[in-house]
């Protein structure tokens, strides 16, 4: 079956950054977009950034500038560097599929990334 295992959250410092994976086992990883997701401390998970096949990448607002989504194909793993973090990226994040159907299943337990001074 597919799985998702997110790995490289911490806690750091407001300005620090983060290199956060994703591998993917179970599942035929290149021909599919990717995505990284964010849930804060009592909101709705939240789609911050794709990555299609071809290497075309989108980021929500709030992280343009800040984040970069990247993959690789052959390892099977999205990564999502962070820099100048703020304490509004704390929550915890996930990698999923944003077009695949069926993708609800697929949620892993996610990475904590908490920014605090």
């Known amino acids: 079956q597919v799985q998702l295992v997110e790995s490289g959250g911490g806690l750091v410092q407001p300005g620090g950054s983060l290199r956060l994976s994703c591998a993917v086992s179970?599942?035929?990883?290149?021909?599919?977009?990717m995505g990284w997701y964010r849930q804060a401390p009592g909101k709705q998970r939240e789609l911050v950034a794709t990555?299609?096949?071809?290497?075309?990448?989108n980021y929500e607002d709030s992280v343009k500038g800040r984040f970069t989504i990247s993959r690789d194909n052959a390892k099977k793993t999205v990564y999502l560097q962070m820099a100048s973090l703020k304490p509004e990226d704390t929550g915890v994040y996930f990698c999923?599929?944003?077009?695949?159907?069926?993708?609800?299943?697929?949620w892993g337990q996610g990475t904590q990334v908490t920014v605090s001074s």
């Open positions: 999923n599929y944003p077009t695949r159907l069926g993708a609800d299943e697929y």
């Open positions: 179970g599942s035929v990883f290149s021909i599919y977009t």
């Open positions: 990555i299609t096949t071809s290497g075309r990448t």
